[in-house]
């Protein structure tokens, strides 16, 4: 199973998200004012996708009930969502950046490095 993806995100503006398949895995790419993310695609609520939701800084909103995340580190920033979704590792590389999606952290776990 691939667990790293390139993705171009030149046409992905700030406050922009993409949902990307890695694997079995669906991750959402987000552009936190120019910077880079990708974090689990599932709300930690309802287990339903966040690829709908709406990015502000670095706050993603979930468009099913409004609990929110900081897409950084993954961390929960306000109910009903209480725990956080995992991240992955993501670097700038020729064509976009490259996810890892083995090498998942949650809050606190690995960061973007763009
Ligand atoms: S499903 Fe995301 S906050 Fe409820």
Same mark, same amino acid.
């Given at each position: 199973?691939?667990?790293?993806?390139?993705?171009?995100?030149?046409?992905?503006?700030?406050?922009?998200?993409? $949902?990307v398949?890695?694997g079995?895995?669906?991750?959402?790419? #987000?552009?936190?004012?120019?910077?880079?993310?990708?974090? &689990?695609?599932? #709300?930690?609520?309802?287990?339903?996708?966040?690829?709908?939701?709406?990015? $502000?800084?670095?706050?993603? &909103?979930?468009p099913?009930?409004?609990?929110?995340?900081?897409?950084?580190?993954?961390?929960?920033q306000?109910?009903?969502?209480?725990?956080?979704?995992?991240?992955? %590792?993501?670097?700038?590389? $020729?064509?976009?950046? $490259?996810?890892?999606?083995? %090498?998942?952290?949650?809050?606190?776990?690995?960061?973007?490095?763009?």
């Open positions: 199973m691939a667990e790293r993806l390139v993705v171009d995100v030149s046409d992905l503006p700030p406050g922009g998200l993409r $949902e398949k890695i079995d895995r669906a991750v959402l790419v #987000c552009n936190a004012g120019g910077r880079f993310h990708a974090i &689990e695609s599932r #709300c930690p609520h309802a287990a339903v996708s966040l690829a709908q939701g709406r990015l $502000e800084g670095h706050v993603l &909103e979930c099913y009930h409004g609990g929110t995340l900081d897409v950084r580190d993954g961390s929960p306000s109910p009903p969502i209480r725990r956080p979704v995992a991240t992955f %590792a993501v670097r700038a590389v $020729e064509g976009g950046i $490259e996810i890892d999606a083995g %090498a998942a952290g949650g809050a606190g776990g690995p960061r973007c490095t763009t």
